[in-house]
């Protein structure tokens, strides 16, 4: 322990004992030993630590010598952190000044944004509804280019011509109006508006002055008209003038005036067809009169016995009085306006009349008609003025047919009858109706005559006449072999009583007037009260003959005559003013009163014979209408 204690680290406690021995001084023993062991490796490990410590503390010795000198950097880098914190701390309230502006002008941004999508929504529905506006207007609306290159173009456009928009873009005005031929162009030989000179034609050749070019060199709009094919259209080119000196678009504005104008003439000639409706009836008042008398003395000579010689002249006489008379109903018929009124109708009668119109204009031009008329047809519930209408129509356009392919023609009309309904058919052996044609003859305002020589009315007025009263019309039709129309109409039940109640009693059914009955005869004309009073006075009857109604009227307030016939129209006083006198002086002579007239189709006449109820004979007229009449009013 001394040794040890004096340093002697090596210093040991002999023993044999081992480390399991179990008394004390060999436990002792070994403890000692061990501690000194320990105490040596604490001692090594001591030294290493040392010197494990004095390597250190050179390093930190040399590390402190390294983090003084970067202290010295740091405190300089810290200084210039300083100094950029600084700037950095102005930068920061800079930007954050930006910041804040950046923030009010993204409000406002998105204020702007809202702002414009709200304008492009109005746009787009501003757009829309003039787009919409735009393809629903039925004119053509197109946008060209200085060569009349189409770049926009309408729905009602491209409809026109049974294509797209797409395909009629990229095409010039020439192409789409199939103007082949610069000297085909119709618009060389039209008056233009806008004050150009005859001489300065306007053409849709893009070589010459057309509307649209010269739309564009003036700057100011241009207008014309013009016919392409069988159509009439109005031109309107109206350039953009607005950001260019010299324009290179222009609106055109197309506008199909064919109905406008069609309808324009339509009016002309109706005008004029009421003026020669009036000339007509004046003068075919005037021909009714001496025409009577003509019927009535040559019917007059053939009730006397007279040689055989005589009775054919009286015949002829007669016979072409009677042509004459249905000349003049037919040319009344034709010539004023009449209101639909259904009646019981003879359609075979109804051509017939309709034929002799044509008949001398057929024959003349070498036109042979055949007229086929089933004699067993039924009568139907029609409008006479307006299946007549329809047959002159198909009559005309028969006509026309013939005369087309040139050279002797025949037409043929036949009527017929079963299940019900009546078949009427026009055949013509004329030039025929293209194919491509057919389906739109009965358009109203569609034709293939030349501009002048048709309407384009006859057929579709035809067509509705037919329709309204519930029958078919159909064209059935070759090119170079003619052309048949057949057209269909339906039967009453009714009908069959019409052909009772139609016809009158013959001459010899008539009973003789009883001796002493007395007449009164009112009239202008001679020659009519000069017959009229001969008839009766055959039949037994005592005649008074007057011409002025104030002398009958002198004569009515002496005599109460059984039979009074006056006519409509007189000088001084009328057929009417006379009927209110006479019902005035003698109330119960009044309804015995009978009427002859050459004006009873006209409204005036027509309103006043349904207020009084009076009977009234058309001139003219026959011995066996008269009698008739005068046997109806006296029962």
């Known amino acids: 322990a001394r040794a040890f204690a004096g340093g002697d680290l090596n210093a040991r406690v002999e023993t044999k004992a081992g480390e399991n021995s179990k008394d004390e001084v060999s436990v002792l023993t070994i403890t000692f030993n061990k501690m000194i062991e320990e105490l040596v490796q604490k001692g090594a490990e001591k030294e290493g630590y040392l010197s494990n410590l004095e390597e250190k503390n050179k390093e930190l010795n040399g ?29 920061s309230e800079e930007l954050r000044l930006l910041n804040e502006d950046m923030e009010r002008k993204n409000a406002e941004i998105v204020e702007a944004n809202r702002t414009i999508k709200k304008d492009e929504d109005e746009l787009k529905n501003a757009r829309d509804k003039l787009r919409l506006i735009y393809d629903t ?41 199939d103007i082949k031929d610069p000297a085909d162009c119709p618009a060389r030989s039209l008056m233009v508006s806008d004050d150009i000179a005859d ?13 649209v070019k010269r739309s564009l060199r003036s700057g100011s709009p241009v207008s014309l008209e013009m016919n392409v094919g069988n159509r009439i259209l109005e031109w309107h080119s109206y350039p953009l003038s607005e950001h260019a000196l010299f324009p290179e678009m222009a609106v055109v504005y197309i506008r199909d005036i064919t109905e406008q104008r069609m309808l324009m003439q339509r009016l002309i000639r109706s005008d ?8 007509v009836s004046g003068v075919a008042h005037e021909l009714n009169n001496p025409l009577t008398s003509i019927m009535g003395y040559s019917e007059l000579l053939l009730m006397d016995n007279i040689n055989e010689a005589s009775k054919k002249k009286a015949e002829t006489i007669h016979e072409s009085s009677q042509r004459c008379k249905r000349i003049v109903e037919n040319l009344l018929t034709f010539s004023r306006s009449q209101k639909p009124e259904k009646t019981y109708q003879d359609i075979n009668r109804l051509i017939a009349g309709t034929f002799e119109l044509k008949a001398y204009r057929l024959d003349v031009e070498d036109i042979e008609t055949k007229l086929d008329l089933d004699e067993t047809m039924p ?55 293209p194919e491509n044609i057919i389906p739109r003859i009965f358009d109203p305002f569609f034709t293939t005559k030349e501009v002048g020589k048709g309407t384009g009315l006859g057929l579709s007025i035809s067509y509705g006449i037919i329709k309204e009263h519930g029958g078919d019309i159909q064209v ?12 269909e109409l339906p039967v009453t039940t009714l009908a069959e009583k019409a052909v009772m109640t139609i016809s009158g009693p013959d001459i010899e059914d008539i009973p003789p007037a009883s001796a002493g009955l007395k007449a009164l005869l009112l009239d202008d004309e001679p020659l009519i009260l000069d017959f009229v009073k001969e008839v009766l006075l055959d039949s037994g009857y005592s005649v008074d003959a007057v011409s002025e109604g104030q002398k009958a009227l002198e004569m009515l307030g002496k005599t109460d005559y059984d039979i009074i016939i006056s006519d409509m129209k007189m000088p001084g006083m009328s057929g009417r003013q006379f009927y209110l006198e006479a019902k005035r002086l003698r109330p119960e002579s009044a309804g015995r009163i009978i009427f002859i007239s050459g004006d009873t189709a006209s409204k005036e006449t027509q309103d006043f014979l349904k207020d009084t109820g009076n009977q009234c004979i058309q001139k003219p007229f026959t011995i066996q209408k008269l009698k008739e009449v005068i046997s109806k009013v006296l029962g």
């Open 63 to 91: 590390l402190n010598s390294k983090l003084t000198g970067a202290k010295e950097e740091i405190e300089v880098a810290f200084e210039e952190l300083q100094s950029q914190s600084e700037e950095i701390q102005s930068t």
């Open 137 to 177: 207007i039925k004119d053509y609306v197109l946008l060209t280019d200085k060569e009349l290159i189409v770049l926009e173009a309408n729905k009602g456009f491209a409809e026109s011509l049974r294509t797209t928009e797409s395909y009629v873009i990229g095409k010039t005005l020439c192409h789409l109006f």
């Open 199 to 211: 001489s300065d034609a306007i053409c849709l050749d893009p070589s010459s002055n057309c509307p």
């Open 272 to 279: 004029k067809l009421s003026s020669i409706g009036e000339l």
């Open 379 to 433: 009568m139907i519930v029609a409008d006479g003025h307006q299946l007549q209408q329809v047959f002159l129509n198909l009559l005309n356009n028969a006509q026309q047919a013939v005369q087309e392919k040139g050279g002797p023609g025949t037409i043929t009309i036949r009527t017929g009858y079963r299940n019900n309904r009546v078949f009427i058919t026009f055949a013509d052996s004329g030039a025929g109706i």
């Open 476 to 487: 059935m039709s070759k090119r170079g072999a003619g052309t048949s129309f057949l057209i």
